[in-house]
């Protein structure tokens, strides 16, 4: 051991940086988050007022190494993200103030524009000198949604519904695709990049763009539903429980109104008429809550995927019973399907390298399928 004591601070431990000067450690804790630097010999902090630390915005979670100091990222009690950039050779923070982004930070590059990071919401591109973001307006996106090919990063723009390419060493960025829609009522929650192209998918749709920009394919397979009849139901059963509630409601502000007008003739009256109007406002949300859900169950869809490589496994119907239906990515087309009967939410796995599909169909039987 170096030290003959252990090291004791305020906060909860997080990363650890092995300077030549010293340990750095970096607190992740919103409430005691003070960076320092500790003399390897004699453990004493050298950085801040005193050797306590310098004051960081919010609990940090991870760095970049970045020249002659680190990219730090943090987050507060309120989940807001900051970045920050720490001068381990003067031991001070360089912004005037931390940058501010949406979301976590989950992926970060140095670049010779600046690092370019990905958060759960947004890309863009922070000038470690000053703090700043060389793009104007961040492209809304999520690490799902991002493929790299040399200096290229493809990203699907969640807000604009469209493929941009981002260039990491002159920081350019262009509208690479139209506008692309997924039928179903679905959003794109993958982009994958392909020998021939970006693959955008999601539970049911997928499309195929070219690295011109140019839709190849796009292919929707619908979901199966609950029978006609069971969703008629559904939404009579809605309607009604919508109508409970406005009824309910009504007589709740009535009862309640009467009962604050003859309560000063007839306490007993008044506290039984406002009791009733209570119970009656909670029949109304009761009958409301009841709609929300009747009508959600009525437009429910069941879906199951599974990918491989080259292909996607998706629950589709065909000729009026459901499917698992292999759909090329290269193509879109099918290359075969399961016949699950009426069977809506299939208990399955997929063997990706085999292309083996095992099917639990009762409880008791596994049956294997190769496509």
């Known amino acids: 051991r170096l030290w003959k004591e252990p090291l004791d601070i305020s906060g909860k431990m997080g990363p650890l940086y092995f300077h030549e000067k010293g340990l750095v450690i970096l607190p992740d804790d919103d409430l005691n988050t003070k960076v320092n630097l500790y003399d390897y010999q004699s453990q004493e902090g050298l950085w801040g007022k005193k050797g306590r630390g310098i004051k960081v915005k919010g609990g940090i979670y991870s760095y ?21 950039y720490l001068d381990l050779s003067q031991g001070v923070l360089t912004f005037d103030k931390p940058t501010k982004v949406d979301g976590a930070v989950v992926f970060s590059e140095k670049t010779q524009k600046g690092l370019l990071y990905a958060t759960t919401e947004e890309v863009n591109i922070l000038n470690q000198s000053d703090g700043s973001l060389l793009l104007d307006k961040s492209i809304n996106s999520n690490p799902a949604m991002i493929a ?7 990203i699907y723009d969640t807000k604009e519904g469209v493929i941009k390419s981002l260039n990491k060493t002159s920081g350019a960025v262009k509208m690479l695709s139209p506008e692309i829609s997924f039928d179903g009522k679905e959003s794109p929650s993958s982009l994958e ?36 009849i069971v969703r008629a139901l559904r939404y009579a ?44 406002g909670e029949l109304g949300d009761a009958a ?12 429910a869809r069941f879906k199951a995927t599974a990918e491989a490589d080259d ?35 299939p208990n399955y796995v997929m063997d ?6 095992f099917y639990n169909n009762d409880g008791n039987t596994i049956q294997a399928y190769q496509f």
């Open 64 to 84: 970049t190494k970045a020249g002659d100091g680190l990219i730090l990222v943090s987050q507060n009690s309120s989940g807001k993200n900051f970045i920050t």
């Open 148 to 154: 790299n090919k040399d200096d290229l990063w493809y």
């Open 193 to 228: 990049l392909r020998d021939n192209g970006l693959l955008l998918s999601s539970s049911q749709n997928l499309a195929q763009v070219g690295f011109d920009g140019n839709v190849e394919f796009q292919k929707y397979f619908e979901a199966p539903r609950e029978p006609g």
């Open 237 to 280: 059963q809605a309607v009604r429980a919508a109508y409970i509630g406005a009824a309910s409601y009504m007589g709740a502000a009535a009862f309640q109104s009467a009962g604050q007008e003859v309560k000063d003739d007839d306490p007993v009256a008044g506290a039984m008429a406002d009791g009733i109007g209570q119970a009656y």
């Open 288 to 299: 409301t809550d009841f709609a929300k859900k009747s009508f959600a169950m009525a437009n």
């Open 311 to 345: 292909y996607m496994v998706i629950l589709t119907t065909q000729d009026k019973n459901n499917v698992l239906m292999k759909v090329s990515k290269n193509t879109g087309e099918s290359e075969g399907f399961i016949d699950l009967g009426k069977e809506r939410e």
């Open 352 to 357: 990706g390298v085999t292309g083996m599909v």
